[in-house]
């Protein structure tokens, strides 16, 4: 796992990268694409537009000057097609747009933006520019003018030797129109891009979690069988010691072996009930007897239970039960033990001179517990994970600290059970600090 994880990873974020390139490729190929296929339009749409200002053009023409013989002398025939009217003189402003949006609309531009201008390389004539042509031709290098002459049609009656007249079209912003054309495009890249990123941060997210709980059960594997192993070893132990014809005759020794089965047996059982315990509290299942009881009290059974240890390690305790009032609605059993247990990890990490101090102290209707050690302490990393089920915390090159993990998983269950919260603080060297908050009862 420790080596397949890592190339999984990579793997999956060289994908992603990949697919990310490839998509931003995609879409500026697209946007090629669509800025050609743009200007096609535009083109089509400027040609027609001058196709049928042209032949408009000669159907507006007044007929030739004929005379009776119906012929025109060259000299009239001359004079008619040098003088004959432009473009410019024969249209106004507003016809020319008409025409060029009717073919704008043809070419299914109908919402597209334009600016235009008509003029002339062979005479000397007014030209007509829509009202921001000039601004947006000056501002040439963003705007791409694009310019079609107004050729006379093939077959046409009208002469060449006509003006030769341009139109200039001109569609401002023609990259913004473009790109919002590809809105949806871009959306749904955008969309799938950020499913697939997700997808990738959860499966490494799977991965990681799932690297842990391998973890965490080769642990508590290792533990389990540790804290079974000893006691099963000291009963062996004493079972062949009972067996010894010295011992059978001596009363003090076979209570002595039998209370050393017994001890070890009632030790094994509580593992047995804390593992049971947890799997109850994995279901939600177990049910809390809640009544309003003196929490000093419950307070100081857990301090009894405790005593002992704490003698045997040559340790002090200091309490200080300041709390004005106590009344919690409370568990008498799972309450008792959390404070067992915050104790009892006191114990479980001390140094020489252990010392713990346990203090009350309420703040408005909020009932204050603080529990503070002077042992190995932690640090941040292990702060942060110290409620995790089946985390212990490393103790260095000390191996004595028995459990398996799911002390400060109850206890943090237990106080969120009991509406409270609970707080950990420590320095590294120096000792650790819980806080725990329970609401008073009302009444």
């Known amino acids: 796992m420790k080596r397949i994880f890592p190339i999984i990873t990579v793997l999956i974020l060289l994908s992603l990268l990949g697919l990310i390139v490839f998509q931003v490729l995609w879409i500026q190929g697209a946007q090629v694409s669509k800025v050609q296929e743009f200007r096609e339009h535009i083109i089509r749409a400027a040609s027609q537009a001058s196709a049928d200002m042209v032949m408009q053009k000669e159907s507006l023409m007044p007929p030739p000057m004929r005379k009776k013989s119906s012929s025109i002398f060259p000299s009239d025939r001359l004079q008619m097609e040098f003088f004959k009217p432009t473009i410019t003189q024969?249209?106004?402003?507003?016809?020319?747009?008409?025409i060029i949006q009717k073919?704008?609309?043809k070419q299914g531009l109908n919402k597209v933006?334009?600016?235009?201008?008509i003029g002339s390389t062979s005479i000397i004539g007014d030209e007509i520019q829509s009202e921001n042509y000039y601004k947006l031709f000056i501002d040439s290098a963003h705007n791409n003018p694009m310019v079609v002459p107004l050729d006379t049609p093939t077959g046409s009656s009208a002469q060449s030797l006509s003006p030769d007249e341009f139109l200039v079209i001109i569609v401002p912003n023609e990259k913004n129109i473009i790109w919002q054309s590809m809105t949806w495009l871009i959306i749904g890249a955008v969309i799938f891009t950020i499913v697939i990123v997700c997808a990738f941060f959860i499966t490494v997210r799977a991965l990681i979690k799932q690297k842990k709980l391998s973890e965490i059960k080769s642990d508590f594997i290792n533990n389990m069988t540790h804290e079974f192993k000893t006691p099963l070893a000291t009963i062996s132990l004493a079972v062949d010691a009972?067996?010894?014809?010295?011992?059978?005759?001596?009363?003090?020794?076979m209570d002595y072996f039998t209370g050393i089965i017994k001890e070890e047996n009632k030790r094994m059982n509580k593992q047995v009930e804390t593992i049971l315990q947890a799997a109850l509290l994995d279901r939600q299942e177990v049910q809390l007897d809640l009544q309003k009881l003196h929490a000093h009290d419950l307070i100081t059974s857990a301090l009894n239970n405790i005593n002992l240890q704490v003698e045997e390690k040559k340790g002090r305790l200091e309490?200080?039960?300041?709390?004005?009032?106590d009344v919690l609605m409370a568990d008498d059993v799972h309450f008792t033990n959390l404070i067992s247990n915050l104790l009892d990890n006191a114990v479980k990490y001390s140094k020489d001179n252990l010392q713990i101090k346990i203090s009350t102290q309420v703040a408005g209707s909020i009932f204050k517990v603080?529990?503070?050690d002077n042992g190995i302490g932690m640090n941040k990393e292990t702060v942060s994970r110290i409620f995790e089920k089946f985390y212990r915390a490393h103790t260095g090159n000390l191996h004595n600290v028995k459990g398996f993990g799911l002390g400060l998983s109850y206890v943090k269950t237990m106080v969120e059970a009991h509406h409270g919260t609970i707080k950990a603080e420590s320095v590294p060297g120096k000792g650790t600090t819980f806080l725990l908050s329970f609401p008073l009862s009302k009444t």
Do not use: G
Not at 242 to 253: A, C, D, M
């Open 113 to 117: 933006p334009f600016e235009f201008a």
């Open 319 to 325: 309490v200080n039960l300041a709390a004005t009032k």
């Open 242 to 253: 009972l067996k010894n014809e010295k011992v059978i005759n001596n009363r003090e020794k």
């Open 90 to 98: 024969r249209y106004t402003k507003d016809e020319i747009k008409d």
């Open 103 to 105: 073919a704008f609309n």
């Open 370 to 372: 603080k529990i503070e």
